[in-house]
């Protein structure tokens, strides 16, 4: 498991299993030459493959269901809306280790120190002498020591030197012991005070007060701008849950990104909080999944891949920042997590809310249909006032290095007063470009229709897109003139800020100065400490994060975006601006925010500026009906790729033959045509697109499509994938 099959496969019970055998249960089967581990989907009485060759699964691995009925469920529907291999979409819904057959109560190696060992463990005692002449087994007893409840032996990797071996050591010198614990064990709670929650304003007591008066499912729509107190809103809905034994599920775009929010989550419930997403090793993963399905976690925070955790008793959902991009899967099993949170509660019959300051337009037109119950905080939470907001003309203050003066000048001006200011760039690397100005040629990707970005303090040429990396050249490959670096990227204005602002500390953060896990809970400290007042970034910015001593917000490039070719590119951007204009000014001071342009008649941004996003969205839902692009209209993308362009051209001719004939004239098909990168990777891209007004004939178009596609001569010759309600179309 998985394995890349459409379809699911009948077999008899395991020998003397037949009356214990119920979906959701994953059964050792012979498949091909080897054995599988699959999941019992469905239980029938006859098969279509005659009785001789029926086999016998091999054994049943599971005494109850791992997967509980509306996970199950759901799996099934998803597997038939985004027209998915259903094993791969199961294999997405089970962690690692219960993919190759664990058992979900599997036990752990633990270590744990002996009297003596926590005597030696303490710096200065007579006991640590013992050690004195060997630091790296003092090392690995002080991190053993220091691990409530035992240090799982599987983490004995992560220190530095031959742990297992000094572990080993310690083991006969009598220092430490070896234990076992159950791997599902729930993190010992962290040792802090409840924290009392504040009481709510009239807005936000609304919106409690709705959602716990629902009974059953319902959506709402809690449409709060930044710093209205959505946060403090799921909180007291989640308090009374929790309290009487439920369990609530609260997904989140990027928590990596955002540990205060867990840490605001845990200090609210200090008992029975789990967090689940990628940045987890397989181990944790397991333990936080089970503690969910076994109902010891009351509250799972996870990303887009949470909302397949089992739960035993849901009292609700919440999907925090619901128009953020991230909930949509961009490859393989292209499910939008959101979407599914729908689903989901439907089935369980529980309330949904969805939280944004900037909310898609789809869950706003849900909203004005009656679909989504409306809920909104207009204003910010406690005192702090709406940040002022307000364009700099690029053409008559022409910027140095990506900074003009106006916007030096109100840095200058917001230090002066004690505040600090955020910038905010969303493109990592110094210059995206490096240009000969003798011959025009520009540095690009061998592998990529792209161009190489120049990161000048490693002193190398990147491509953003397939990660291939060289040396900067010194001249210009074409003609020996001399190449110059042309456009922004966040490590030039992080140049420019410092010499502007020589004595000024500044935190950068993007992808290159955050890659280590905890990196970015460092740096942003330094800037809430105060220790540093200019920060600068990228998109991970504007995820959720709280910066009270933030009181300039400038955005050095809102051209970015702004002529994009994707129907959602406006959307986008009106989300980004709104989001990192929502950092200005939380608690108790003023905020201002300042956005550089060389359009400052741009309809879009005159729009956003002078009348916010809601003035925007009711715009920009109107020219989206009038296009008949989503949500007027259901979408699906196939998109091809291939080495030889001929072979992914003729892919999809085929393709789009076979949709032709089988597509009534209520799904429009639009091209084949190149993909808006054409070459990546090394890799021809090309893709078609189904548009319908309404789903069911687009579905019932990709469900006759999706065979026929497979059985293709062509198919393996490339890498194809349906995507349907494709959050971007290129
Ligand atoms: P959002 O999630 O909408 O950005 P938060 O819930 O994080 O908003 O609230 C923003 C700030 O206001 C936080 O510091 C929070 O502690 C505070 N806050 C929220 N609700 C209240 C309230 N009712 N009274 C006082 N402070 C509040
Ligand atoms: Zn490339």
Known sequence: MPAPVAGTFDYLPPAGAAGACRPGQRVRVPFGRGTRIGVIVGLKATSDLPADRLKHAAALLDAEPLLPADVL???????????HPVGDVVATALPAALRSGASPDATEEIWLPTAAGVAAALPGSEAAAALARSPGQRRVLSAIAAAPGGFAGSELGNLPGDARRLAAQLEERGFVTRGERQT???????????ETPPALNADQATAVAAIQAGKGFSTFLLDGVTGSGKTEVYLQAIAP??????????????????????ARFRRRFPAGVVEFHSGLTDTERLRAWSAARRGEARLVIGTRSAIFVPLVAPG????DEEHDASYKQQEGFRYSARDLAVWRARELGVPLVLGSATPSLESIEN???G????LALPARAGSAGAPSVALIDLRRHPPTDGLSEPLRAAIARHLAAGGQALLYLNRRGFAPTLLCPDCGAVVGCERCDARMVLHQRAGRLACHHCGAERPVPATCAECHGELVPVGLGTERIEAALQRAFPDEAIVRIDRDTVRRRGEIGRQLERVRAGQARLLMGTQMLTKGHDFPGVTLVGIIDADQGLFGTDFRSSERLAQSFIQVAGRAGRADRPGEVLLQTLFPDHPLLRLLVGEGYAAFARAALEERQAAGWPPF????????????EADVFRFLDAARALAGAAAGADVRILGPAPAAMARRSGRHRGQLVLQAATRQPLQRLLARLRPQLDALPDHRRVRWSIDVDPVELF
């Open 367 to 369: 909203a004005k249909a």
């Open 241 to 262: 849950l929790v309290a009487a034994g439920r369990q609530c599920l609260v997904l989140v775009p990027e928590i990596s990104l955002t540990p205060q929010l867990v």
């Open 371 to 374: 679909r989504y119950q409306p």
């Open 633 to 644: 209209a259901s979408l699906a993308l196939l998109r091809a790729e291939a080495v030889g």
């Open 73 to 83: 469920a759901m799996l099934l529907w998803a597997q038939r809306y985004y027209h």
């Open 184 to 194: 599902a064990a729930l993190p010992a709670a962290a040792d802090v005070d409840p």
């Open 316 to 319: 609700l959902i919440v999907v």
